[in-house]
């Protein structure tokens, strides 16, 4: 009965190479987001989706590219790794205070 | 640009005592402030949300103060335990259809 699940929780590519991370929420929200904490512990949002449309994209690198097949999914897509976005991922959904439901991370090494 | 800062990196008490942690933004004030807790090798979870029109919060043993003046919240866990150890972060949102925003974190540690 996880509420926002996320796969794999690591993942650990070489520089170059194009990797996906999936997220699914069962909490019956219309948005949902991709956050990144980097290793000085900083969460910042990535993008949101609400009811499948991109809502928020912050300045993040095209190479970044989420996809919602639907409103309980989330998927983001990082082509052309490189060393920088090694990066714990986080993928979230928001009640009706917009209060985040977290998954567990995915943790990104890029060598 | 806004800044929000978590005062203290990492806080370390007695079991029993009263944990205050402290979290300051600038320019103007959010519509809603957000408190989460974060253990190591996890996502964050929720524990309370204030809005700008009120001064207080409470659940079980937190509680949250906004004051909008001081542009300040102050969360508190009182009859800490160890088992509250963790990492707090306190978040801010300016509207309902805004994005939120994280700030660091403080560490708290409490020891037996």
Redesign the interface.
Known sequence: DTAVSQTPKYLVTQMGNDKSIKCEQNLGHDTMYWYKQDSKKFLKIMFSYNNKELIINETVPNRFSPKSPDKAHLNLHINSLELGDSAVYFCASSGRANEQYFGPGTRLTVT | SQKIEQNSEALNIQEGKTATLTCNYTNYSPA?L?W?RQDP??????LL?IRENEKEKRKERLKVTFDTTLKQSLFHITASQPADSA?Y?C?L?YS??S????G??TRLSIRP
């Open positions: 809603y957000q989460y090798g996890r996502g964050p979870v929720f949300l990492t972060l978040a949102q309902s259809a994005k939120i925003i994280f660091s974190g």
